[in-house]
């Protein structure tokens, strides 16, 4: 098994920063995946970012160029710096780690207001 942690949620103003970060442990091993999703009131969850195991990051085209995904040398732990934030990135993001299957973490919300 393996559970996520996440942090760094909260409420800013349009314009503004917030940093994620999501903590795996348990049954971790290195050749893992792992990402963020979020989902907004009556929406779909949706693809955030990713980073496969290989190094490859993806994004949302929504959130390209302002949002950077990164994860620690031990590949326990991955970040989501978010900037530029918009009232649309309002949601609750969720972390995942892939290996074999889904884990989810419990969601941390991010509120974007005027």
């Known amino acids: 098994q393996v559970q996520l942690v996440e942090s760094g949620g909260g409420l800013v103003q349009i314009g503004g920063s917030l940093r994620l970060s999501c903590a795996a442990s348990?049954?971790?091993?290195?050749?893992?995946?792992m990402g963020w999703y979020r989902q907004a009131p009556g929406k779909q969850r949706e693809l955030v970012a990713f980073i496969n195991n290989s190094g490859s990051i993806m994004y949302a085209n929504s959130v390209k160029g302002r949002f950077t995904i990164s994860r620690d040398y031990a590949k326990t732990t991955v970040y989501l710096q978010m900037n530029s934030l918009k009232p649309e990135d309002t949601a609750v993001y969720y972390c995942?780690?892939?290996?074999?299957?889904?884990?989810w973490g419990q969601g941390t919300q991010v509120t974007v207001s005027s």
């Open positions: 995942i780690y892939r290996k074999y299957k889904d884990y």
């Open positions: 348990g049954s971790i091993v290195s050749d893992n995946a």
